[in-house]
C-alpha cells in the first residue's frame, strides 16, 4: 500500500500541477519528472511484490501481482520516455501551430499524466470495477489528445476513437456486470463481488453460462480497446493523428493495460469454463489480427498508420501467445508484451523527429534518413529490427519464444498462420524502412529538434537491444511470476 | 442480501413494464429520423431505467441502490437529455434525411436483433431464478439496438443518442441483474459517463465547425 | 619393358608423329582432288622454321602472354603421358584419368582464348568467343561419350577403359557404343577445327575459328602451340582409336605385341585420315551458327547413348 | 587435456576477439580521445586473427574433437546458449577462417572515416554471426544468428547507401533471406517443442525418434528455408543481386563462406540430426543442383557486370554441391555407402575449394573493380598490365573456378564425377535415370562457366583499357595485394593437395555416414587421389601440375638450345590491318558471348527493344535507341507474378478500411452478434 498510493497519485498530482498557471511554463519538465518518479515507484513494487508475493491495498480494490507490476514497469517506463521526448517535440511542433488553435500552455501535460494515471489504475486494480473506470477515464483523456490538434483530420480521428471505444468500453461493462452477477450468488455478498483475486479463488463455482458471456463481451470490449481485429479500426486514425509522444504510449501503455483486463477475464473464465474455451477464442482473435493486419502493411505510405497497423499485428501476436497458454508461449507473450513496447514507442517517437525533419509524414518523402542523420538513421533501423523482430531485437526471441510455444499446444494451425503472417509482414516493413533509411539524403530535411532529444530515443533502443542478449534475472522471475498468475 | 423477489411484488409487474417500456422507447429512438425525437426517447428510455431502479431499491430496502435510481433519473433523464438537446438545436435540429437503413428496413434490422438477444440469452435461465433477470434480454438487445442506431445514423448527434441508449442497457443489467454495482463502481460509471457525454458534445461541434454539419459521413479522411 | 620407357616411347610417339598426320591428310586430299599438294612432311619444315624465329608480342600484351605457349604444350605433352597408344598397361596413369584429361585439354583452350584476347584487336576477340561457344557444346558432348565407356569399364582411367573394351570383342554393336562413336567423331571435327565446322587452310575472318585464335602470335610462339594444337588433335584420334577401337592394342607389352599394336594405331589413324579428307572433300563448310546444332546432335547423341546404355543394359 | 585446454582457448579466443573487433568501432567512436588506430586499424588486426584462430580450430577439431565449448546463459526460460565446434562444424570453421583472415587483411579504409569504421565493424559482427551458425549448439541461438547474418550482411550490400540498385538487392534478399529462415525457424522451434529443449542433443533425440512422416516434413522445412541460403533453382533470385554489392571482401566472405552455411544446414538438420534424409531428399536436391548449376552458369556466361558474373557462378557451384549431396544421399539410401561418401566427400571438399577460390575471385577483381571504378566488363580491360599483382591472384581464381586442374575446385568435382559413374555402374535404382542427366548437367554447366570466366578475365584484364578510370587503375595498396597474393596460394594447395586433404575430411564424413573411411580416399602417401576403397580410377594432381611444368621447362631449355641462347622477343604495337587501333575496336563483353546467348535463346528469352526517337528518310530514321536486356527467367515467371498478386490482394483487403465510422461499428456490431451466435 505504501507503494501503491504514491504510485497512483502521483500522476494526478502532477497533472494538477500542470494546470496551475505558475508551473504551466514548465509543464514538460514537471511530466518527465513525475514519469520517471513512478518509473522508479514501479520498480520498488516489481521488486516488492518479488519478494514477498502480490501487493494489496484500500481494502482489496488495489492489488498488485506480477503481470500488474509488469504492466507497471511498461507503462511508467514508456511514459517517461515519451515525456522526456515530448519536452523538445512538443514545443517544436506547438511553434508550428496557428496562434489561435494553440492550447494553454500545460494542458497537454496535464491530459497526458490523466492518461498515465488512468492507465496505472487500470494495471493495479484489482476490482473490475475500477478497472473499467480506470481504462475508462484513459480513453476520454486520450481521446482529447487524439483530438489535440485542431485539424480536420485530428477532428476526425478524435471522433472514432471515442465513439468506437465508448461502445467497446460500455461492452466491457456489461461484461463486468455480468460477472459480477455471477460471483454474487456464488459469494452472497456484493463488496467483494468484483475483486479480481476473490473471483478467481471461487471461479470453480461460478454459473458458466454467465462467465461465457462475460467473456465474450470483455472480448469484444476490451478487445475493441486493445486493438484486436475486427474491432481495430480506430486504432490506424488515432495513433496517426494523435501527436507522436501520445501515439507511443498509446500503442504500449494503453494496449498493455487494456490486454491486462482482457487477460483478467481470461483468467477467471479459464479457471471457471477450463481453459480451451476462452483460448480458442483469443488464438482465432489474434491470428486473425494478425492476418487483417499484415495487407495494410504492404500497401501504406503513412508511417504512423503503418506503426498503428504493425500495432495491431503485435496485439495479435501478444493474444495468440497468451491464448495458446504453454507457459513457454505465455512467457513469450509475456516477454513481448514487455519488449515491442521498447520497439513500437521508440518507432513512434524516431517517427516523430523525422516526420518533422521532412515535414511530412507520408514515407515516399522520406528517404535517405540515414544519410541526412546517421543517427536518426541507425535509431529507425532499430526501431525496424523491433517491430519485425529481428537479432538484436529482444522481439525476436520473444516471437520465436511464444511460436515455440504455439507448436507444443493442439494450435499449431494457428500458428503457421502466425509464422506466414510474419514473413509477410516482414517483407512489407522491410520494403519501407529500405525505402526510408536507404538512397539519397533529402536536400531540406533538417532535424528541428535538439539534439538531447536523442537520449531517450537511445535509451529505449538501449533497452531493446540489451534484453535481447541478456534478461536480468529479476525480470525473469517476474515474468515467470506473471506466467502463474495467468495459468 | 437477498436476490429473491419480495412476495408482495406482482408476477404481471412494475418491472416487466418499465422493461418493456424500456426497449420500447430504444425501438422508437432507433425508429426516429429528427434528432430531437431521438433525444426525448432517451429521455423516455432514461427514465424508464430509473423507473426500474426505483423499483428494485424499493423492494430490496437497500439505500444505495435508490441513491443510484435519482441519480439516473437526475443525470440521465436531465442534464444528458438536456445537453443533447442544446447541442442539437445549436446545429439547427438537423434531420437525418438520408439514413443508411429507412425506417421499416431499420426496423427490420432490429427486430432480428431483438430476436437474437433473446433467444441468445433467455437460454442463460432457467426457471426459479429471479425474475428480475428476464431484464437481461430486454438488456443485451437493447445493447444491440443502440449498437444499429449508431451504425445506422450520419448525425453525429443521432450517434451520440445510440452510445447513451447502449449505456442505459447495461446500467439496466446491472440493476437488473446484480442490483447495482458497489456505489464506488456506480459513481464512477455515471461519472464517466457524464464526462465521456460531454466530451462528445465537444467533439460534436467541432465537427461542426470544421466540416460545416454534423453529418459524419464526411469524416472518411482516413482511410487504408 | 619398364613401365617408364613405355611411358616415354607413347609419349614420344604422339610428339613425333603428331604434326605428320595433318600431312597426311593434305595429301590425301590434295591427290583426290587431283592436285600434287604439299609435301607430308612440309609441316615439321614449317614448325622448324618457325622455332627459330623472334616472337613479336603486342605491347598491350599481360606477362602471362609470354608463358602461355609452353604452358599450352606442357599441358598437351602431360596428356601424352598417361593415353593409351600402343599398350593399355598403365604407365602414369595414376596421374591422370579421362576427367584429368578433359580438364588439360580445357586448361589448353582457356589459355589459347585468353591469349588471344590479349592484344586486344579485333580476330583474337572473335575466334575466342566462338571457340568457346563451341566447346561449350562439345566438351559435354565429349566427356559423355567417354562416359558411356567409362561406366561400361566402373573407371575413368584411360588404359582400363580401353582394356575393357578391347576385351568384350563386341561391344561394338551396342547401340549405345556406336552412338557415343557417333558424338565422339562428331566432337573430334569439331575441337581439331575441321570441315564441316572449320577450315583449317583458311584465314577468311568470317568463318574461321582456330586460325583466328594464334592470329597475333608469331615466331617461336606460334611453333609451340601450333605443334601443341597437332599433338591435341593427334591425342583425340588416339583417343577414338583406342578406346572406342581398341582392338590390335597391346594387352601384354611384349615387343612383338607392341609392333602388332603400333601397326594398328598407324593403320586406325591413316584410316581416319582418309575418311577425313574424303569428307573435307565432298563436303562444304556450314555457317557458323549451324554448327552449334551440329554439336548439339553430338550432345544429344551422347547423352542417348549414356540412357540406353541405362535402358537397355537395365 | 592439453587438447581441450588448447581448443577452448582456440574457441574463446576467437569468438571474443570478433566480439571485439566488432564492438571497438562503436566503442572509439563514442570516446573522442581514442586513438584513430582503435578505430580502424586494431580491430581490423583483432579480426583477421579471430578468423586465423578460428581456421586453427577447424583444422584442430577436423583432428578429433574434445567437445570444449562456451556458454552464456540470456536469462530465458531455456538452457544456456551454447558454442561448440564438432566434426561437422568444422571443415565450415575451417573455410570460414581461411577466408575471414584474408577477407580483414584485405579490407581496406575507404569514404569517410566514420563509415569505414562503420563498415568494419559490420564486417566483423558478421562475420561473429557466421562463425556463431557454425557453432551454434542452440535452437534459439542459432536462429538468432542465422539471423544476423543475414541482417548484417544486408546492411554491408546496401552500404552505399544511395544506389537504388543496392536498395533493390539489399529488400529482395532480405525478403528471400527471411522466408528461408522463416521454415527453417518453424522447423526448429517444432523440433524444441518436441523435445522440449533447445540444445542441439536433445533436438536430434527427439528428431530421430519422431514418426516417419514427421520426420520428413520437418526435414523438407529445413532443406527448403536452407536451399535459399545456398541459393538454389528457384529460390537463387536474390544471390547475384546481394552479393555484388556488398564491399569486395565482404563479397568473398558472402559468396565464399556465407552459401555455404546452407549447405552446412541440410547436412545438420536435414541429415545428421535425423539419421538420414528423407526419401526423395536426394532426387530432388540432385535435379535442383543441375537445374541450379545450369542457371549459374548461363546467366554467369551472359553476365557483364565483373562481380554479378562471380555471383552467378557461385550459382552454379552451390548446384554442384547440392547435385553431390543429393548424389550422396540417393546412394546412401540405395545402401551404396562407399559410393555415397565418395560423393560427400566431393561435396564437402567443393565446398571449401570453391570457397577459397570464389573468395580470392571477390578479392582480387573487387580490387580491380574499384581501382577502375566500375564493376561493368564493357568499362573495363588492360587491368592485366596496370595491376599485376591483383590481376595474377584474378587469374588463379580464374581458373579455378572453371574446375581446371591443378586448382581447388578440380578435385571436389572428379569426386562427384567418379560417384556418379561408379553409382551408375552399381545400378543404384532412381540414378540409373538421373546420372546421365546429371553428369550432362554438370559438363555442360563446366563449359559454360569456362566461357563466363574466360570472359571475366579476358575482357576485363586483357587488352586494352576501353575507359580512362580503367586506364588509370594502378595497383592496389601492397598490404592489401599482399595479403590477396598469400591467399592466392591456399586454391593452389586445396587443388595439389587434394588427395592428402580429402582424407582429413574423415571426421565430418563418418558424423554422417558412419563407417565410411575417407582416409581410403588418398593412396601412395597422399600423392594419389582414389574413390575410397574401390581403386578404379586415380589422379594425382600434383604429379599432373609437375608434368605439366616441366614439360614447359622442357619446351623452353629445347628452344634456347636450338637456338643457342634465349629465343628472340620483340614488343610492339598490336596490327590492327594498318587501321589505327581504338580500344573500342576490341570484342565488348556482350559480343564475346553473343553466340551463346543466340544458343541459348529459347531459354534466355531476352528482350529488345527498338526505339526510332527521330525519323529521317521512310526508310532510315535518324536516331535509334536501342535497349537489350536478359530479365531473369525465375524472377519474371515466377516472382514477380506472385508479388504482383500479393499486392493486388492487399489494394482489395485495403477497402476494409474505408474511413467510414459507420462500417467501422457494424463491424463491432457483427462481432458480437456473430460471437453470441457462437457462443450458444
Redesign the interface.
Known sequence: MLVLLPLLLLAPLGAIACLVPALAARAGRIATMVTAAAFALALVLAARVLAGGPVAGANLWLRADALSALVTLVVTAIAAACAWYGEYYMPVVLAREREQDRWPAGRYEALYLALVAGMLLGALANNLGLLWIAIEGATLASALLVGYYRRPGAVEAGWKYLLLCSVGIALALLATVLLYYSAVHVLGDGSRGLHWSVLRDVAGSLDPRFVKLAFLFALAGYGAKAGLAPMHSWLPDAYSQAPTPVAALMSTGLLATSLTGLLRFHAVTAACVGHEWSSGLLVSFGVLSMLVATPFLLVQGEYKRLLAYSSIEHTGILTFAIGVGTPLAVFGGLLHLFVQSFAKSLAFLVGGSIARGAASRRMDQWSGVLEASPALGTLLVGAGLGLVGLPPAATFLSEWLSLAGAFASPHRGAAVAAVVALVIVFAGLTFHWGRMVLGRARPRFTDLLPAASHAPLWALLAALVLLGFWLPAPLRALLDRAVEVLS | MNLQLPDWLPRSNTVNLLAGAFLLSALYAAAQRRTLAAITAYRFNSLALGGIALTVALATGTRHIALAALLVIAVKGGVIPSLLRKQALRGGGALETEPYFGVPAGMLVCGALVVIAFSQTRALFGSGVSILASCLPVSVATTLVGMFLMVSRKQALMQVVGLVILENAIFLAAVSLTYGMPLVVEMGVLLDLLVGVALLGLFVSRIEQTHGSGDTTKLSDLKG | MPAALLVILQTALLVALAPAWNGVVGAIKARLQMRRGLPVLQRYRDLAKL??????????????A??T???V???A??VC?WTPVLTTRPG?????????TV??L??M??LL??L???????F???A???H?????????AL??SV?TL???A????LS?ISAAVAATPDAWISPSHLLALTAMWIVVVSETGRVPVDNPVTHLELTMIHEGLVL?VS??HLA?LEWAAAIRQMLLLTLVANLFLPWGIAVEPSPLALLVALGAWVGKLAVFAVVVAVTESVTAKMR??RV?EFL?MA?LL??LA??SD?LLRG | MVLAGLESALLAGSVWALVAAFLLPAIAALVPAAPAALRHAVPRALAAAACALAAVLGGVQLAGSSGALLAWWPGLPSEPFTLAADALSAPFVLLFGLVGAASFAAHAPSGTPAGAAARLALHAGFALCLLCVFLSRHALLFLFCWEGMTLLSAALVAHDLRSARGRTATYVYLALSHRGAAFVAYALVTLASHAGSFQFGALAEAFSRLEPHARESLAWCFTIGFAVKLGLVPAHVWLPLAHPEAPAPVSAMLSGVMVKAGLYGMLRFAWQMPGAPPEQWGTVLLVLGVASALTGALYAAVESDAKKLLACSTIKHAGVLALATGLAALLAANGQREIAGVALAGALYHAIGHGLAKALAFLAVGEAVHAAGTRHLESLGGIARRMPRVSFAALVSTLALCGLPPFSCFAGEWLVFQALILGFSAGAGQLRLLAPFAGAGLALAGALAVAALVKLYGIGFLGRPRTEPAAAAHDAAPRTAAAILAFAALPFAWGVGAPLLAGALAAPLAVLLPGFEAAQLSEHAGFVLVPAGLQSSRIAPAVAALMLGAFAVLARVWLRARRGGAPGLRIAPSWACGAKLDARMQYSSLGFTKPLRLIFEPVLRGERELQVLEEGSPYFARKYRYRSGLPELVEKTLLAPLVQSVLWTSEQVRRLQTGSLHLYLAYLLATVVGLLLWAR
Open positions: 622455332a627459330g624465329k623472334e616472337t613479336v608480342l603486342s605491347e598491350d600484351a599481360s606477362p602471362l609470354r608463358v605457349p609452353y604452358l604444350l606442357g599441358a605433352l602431360a603421358t602414369m596413369g595414376f596421374a591422370g584419368d579421362l576427367v584429368m580438364a588439360l580445357a586448361v583452350r582457356v582464348a585468353l588471344a584476347l590479349e592484344a586486344g584487336t579485333t583474337g576477340g572473335m575466342a568467343s566462338r568457346l561457344a563451341l566447346s561449350a557444346l562439345a566438351e559435354p566427356m559423355l562416359f567409362a561406366i561400361a566402373r573407371s575413368t582411367d582400363r597475333d615466331g617461336h609451340l557458323l551458327f552449334p548439339g550432345f551422347a547423352l549414356l540412357t541405362s
